[in-house]
């Protein structure tokens, strides 16, 4: 008989040395399983159903611990955004009323690249721009908004949006960052369709960890629906959301009343 497997230089090893040496995983950090830990999490939708304004309460909630729209934050973490359609100071004045309900507590842990426009993932020195930005910040979540503003290649090449997305990866892991990136949706999606709405669906089921998709139930209804689709957990129920106008943050309501949930917005300490 085989004596039992040793470690050694091969790099091989038995499973009681692989679960000695591997921990657990670290826990989301936005859970239920939104935002695994060094994870990407697509967000997408049709253009202006409000993708950047829920990206931008998930980077505040992220940056101020606060628990918000039934997304749980465990811990305050140090959040970049890296936002390429608004002028820096029409995105101040969109943060602004954000602030104001939860005071300075994301005042810190809140970076904004403002040098962000014109570099491209594709080209070695946007990414090294990125890396740049994201060490000096010492970032553990990055925001990219929107994706296409972050290179110059076809979307409806699966070859270059396969080239892309290792591009992705190579950020996240050079950075050791989670990635939160908002892209549009094809022009016609269908109503069970989650991952595989995102433009270049094939090569970003590659790479995606979790897919957020933002859909408008009617025109008429001033309400967003939450779908969800994750690699790691089961799928959460999709969920109606509404937007504070005074505040810019969105809220849950309930599918049987239709009213906006009046329970506490929490801060995890």
């Given at each position: 008989?085989?004596s039992?497997?040793?470690n050694?230089?091969s790099?091989?090893l038995?499973?009681?040395?692989l679960?000695?040496?591997?921990?657990?995983?670290?826990?989301?950090?936005?859970?239920?399983?939104?935002?695994?830990?060094?994870?990407?999490?697509?967000?997408?939708g049709?253009p202006?159903v409000?993708?950047?304004?829920?990206?931008?309460n998930?980077?505040?909630?992220l940056?101020?611990?606060?628990?918000?729209?039934?997304?749980?934050?465990?811990?305050?973490?140090?959040v970049l955004?890296?936002?390429?359609?608004?002028?820096t100071?029409?995105?101040?004045?969109?943060?602004?009323?954000?602030?104001?309900?939860i005071?300075?507590?994301?005042d810190s842990n809140l970076l904004i690249?403002?040098e962000?426009?014109?570099?491209l993932?594709?080209a070695?020195?946007g990414?090294?721009?990125?890396?740049?930005a994201?060490?000096?910040?010492?970032?553990?979540?990055?925001?990219l908004?929107p994706?296409?503003?972050?290179?110059?290649?076809?979307?409806?090449?699966?070859?270059?949006?396969?080239?892309?997305?290792?591009?992705?990866?190579?950020?996240r892991?050079a950075?050791?960052?989670a990635?939160?990136?908002?892209?549009?949706?094809r022009?016609?999606?269908g109503?069970?369709e989650i991952?595989?709405?995102?433009?270049?669906?094939s090569?970003l089921?590659a790479?995606?960890?979790?897919?957020?998709?933002?859909v408008?139930?009617?025109?008429?209804?001033?309400?967003?629906e939450?779908?969800?689709?994750?690699?790691?957990?089961?799928?959460?129920?999709?969920?109606l959301?509404s937007?504070?106008?005074?505040?810019?943050w969105?809220?849950?309501?309930h599918y049987?009343?239709?009213v906006?949930?009046s329970?506490?917005?929490?801060?995890n300490?």
């Amino acid at each position: 008989m085989k004596s039992t497997l040793k470690n050694d230089s091969s790099g091989v090893l038995s499973l009681g040395q692989l679960l000695e040496h591997n921990p657990a995983p670290m826990p989301a950090l936005i859970g239920p399983a939104l935002l695994p830990s060094s994870g990407i999490l697509f967000v997408g939708g049709e253009p202006k159903v409000g993708k950047s304004l829920l990206v931008a309460n998930l980077a505040l909630a992220l940056a101020s611990g606060c628990s918000r729209a039934g997304f749980t934050i465990p811990q305050s973490r140090r959040v970049l955004i890296c936002q390429f359609e608004l002028p820096t100071s029409q995105f101040a004045a969109r943060l602004a009323p954000m602030r104001k309900p939860i005071g300075a507590a994301a005042d810190s842990n809140l970076l904004i690249d403002t040098e962000a426009a014109g570099h491209l993932l594709s080209a070695p020195r946007g990414l090294d721009h990125f890396l740049r930005a994201i060490r000096t910040a010492n970032a553990d979540v990055v925001v990219l908004d929107p994706l296409y503003s972050t290179h110059d290649q076809d979307e409806n090449d699966t070859r270059a949006m396969a080239a892309l997305c290792q591009t992705l990866l190579r950020l996240r892991d050079a950075s050791h960052a989670a990635l939160i990136v908002v892209h549009h949706v094809r022009k016609s999606v269908g109503r069970y369709e989650i991952g595989s709405a995102f433009r270049g669906s094939s090569a970003l089921h590659a790479v995606g960890d979790s897919y957020l998709l933002l859909v408008r139930p009617s025109p008429q209804v001033p309400t967003v629906e939450l779908r969800f689709q994750f690699r790691y957990a089961p799928a959460e129920a999709p969920r109606l959301l509404s937007l504070d106008a005074d505040t810019l943050w969105v809220c849950i309501i309930h599918y049987q009343t239709g009213v906006p949930s009046s329970t506490p917005q929490s801060r995890n300490r």
